[in-house]
């Protein structure tokens, strides 16, 4: 065959695979709204309204030199890892607000960090394309036990390990997801087909855990399937880049949070949005959302230095949390559900509770 | 050529994604969102930032007592 016929060939396979995916995206909308017949906010009438919430500024974590940018609770309800703009990730006893560890990377901007499941670890990364772990040990320096486990061609801006501390799970301003072997660094599966930087992945609650979303400035969500690599869902209506995405306590819906200043809940097997979460006078965009234990209330960070608080059920917000001095950018309840960490571009960290 | 051959797997790729997730199961919004509301009354009543505590004894980020012992 020559080479001109070659192209030819290629490019009518593309024009009928693009056909094939117009009515394929046609036939999913259809689909969806046929089994759109009513809105969680109506069902959800019923409820009471959540009169009164007594969560309370109780803790102020100050030691980072620059903008904090990612927390984690440690499984022990009592530790949390930060990472911040000044390249240090600092381990701290969030009851007594003590500095258990600090640790200086290699490059500033540590965009994520993460504890292990079991606690004994920790796993971070940022503009260093990297993902480092480091074990947590009673050592005095422990920086000198760390393993690069993984590397991006773009930023890392999010890890987590999902079902064990033998595995990692990163994001990257390559658009792509990575699984990784934290022993010997192999890459075992890698995840292609956002079309814009990933900001934000988070595993399902399911003691499976074979599936996890990932949320991406192309302004989609995708629920990943770890063991083939393949989208099995995907879920558009943000008009902006998505900064955060959270299971539901349930495993059953997701919710997102994005620079258009809303967030979203959208329900895995409805296969669609079922709530957003906006005011008018809300117009700065959300860097970081989640649930509290039942998944009634949804926290959310925000550009203007505010969390805000949302009753997910009834779609209205409860109330707001004011405290940062600046742009909240990342925030988590903790694992028992008692209370709320917020980091700050204000260089501080809040314990909510 | 290896333009038009990554056209081509690109498309390919994105098309085989849209039958997968056209293939799947869908349930009527009305019974998801039940069972959500149902999840979440299931779990209200463990929700200490939603129910506050049952004392504030038992809040570990309570603020810590002003009096001690001597």
Redesign the interface.
């Known amino acids: 065959m020559s ?1 001109a016929n ?2 030819n060939n ?2 009518d ?2 024009a009928s ?2 056909k ?2 117009e009515s ?2 046609q ?2 909308e259809e ?2 709204q046929k ?6 906010s109506t ?2 009438e019923r ?1 009471e309204m ?1 009169s009164y ?3 309370k500024p ?2 102020i974590l100050k030691g980072h030199q620059a903008k904090v940018l990612c927390s984690d609770w440690s499984p022990d ?2 530790h949390i890892v930060s990472s911040s703009q000044d390249g240090k990730l600092i381990i701290w006893d ?2 007594s607000t003590n500095k258990e560890h600090a640790l200086t990377m290699p490059a500033t901007w540590v965009m994520s960090c993460s504890y292990s499941t079991s606690g004994n670890a920790v796993a971070c990364g940022g503009l260093d394309n990297k993902v480092t772990v480091y074990p947590i040990t009673s050592e005095e320096d422990i920086s000198s036990r760390k393993k690069t486990v993984g590397t991006h061609t773009s930023y890392m801006s999010c890890c987590v390990f999902p079902n064990s501390d033998q595995q990692i799970l990163t994001g990257s301003g390559d658009s792509t997801c990575a699984l990784w072997d934290v022993e010997s660094g192999q890459l075992l599966q890698s995840f ?2 956002h079309s814009g930087d990933v900001m934000a992945i988070n595993p399902a609650p399911n003691e499976v855990g074979n599936t996890f979303v990932s949320g991406s400035c192309d302004k989609m969500a995708f629920i990943w399937d770890m063991r083939t690599s ?5 879920f558009e209506g943000h008009q902006s880049d998505i900064n955060s995405v959270k299971f ?3 495993g ?2 997701i919710a997102t949070g994005s620079d258009d200043s809303t967030c979203r809940l959208f ?1 895995l ?4 949005e ?1 709530a957003t979460y906006s005011k008018e006078s809300i117009i700065f965009g959300v860097n970081s959302v989640d649930f ?6 949804l926290f959310a960070g925000y550009n203007d230095y505010t969390v805000n608080v949302w009753d ?2 009834k779609s209205q917000r409860v109330c707001l949390l004011y405290g940062h001095e600046n742009k909240v950018s990342c925030l988590q ?1 903790s694992p ?5 960490s917020t980091g700050s571009w204000d260089f501080t960290l809040r ?1 909510w ?1 | ?1 290896d333009i ?2 990554n ?2 797997q690109q ?5 085989e ?6 293939a ?1 199961q ?12 149902k ?6 009543q ?5 129910v ?2 049952s004392s504030q004894k038992v ?5 810590k007592s002003t009096c001690s012992i001597l």
């Open positions: 080479d070659q192209v290629s490019s396979k593309v695979l693009m094939e995916a394929l995206k036939k999913l689909e969806r089994l759109n017949d009513v809105t969680l069902i959800a409820l959540i919430i007594n969560i109780r803790r309800k009592r969030a009851f292609h087909g393949h989208v099995v869902q995907s539901h306590p349930s059953d819906a329900d097997r409805a296969d669609k079922v509290s234990v039942s998944g009634r209330l997910t059920l309840v028992d559900g008692c209370a709320l314990i509770a | 050529m038009f051959a056209n081509l498309q390919r790729a994105v098309t994604q849209l039958r997968r997730e056209a799947i869908r349930m009527p919004v009305t019974q998801a969102v039940s069972d959500i509301i999840y979440v009354t299931d779990h209200e463990e929700d200490c930032l939603l506050g505590f809040n570990p980020f309570r603020e």
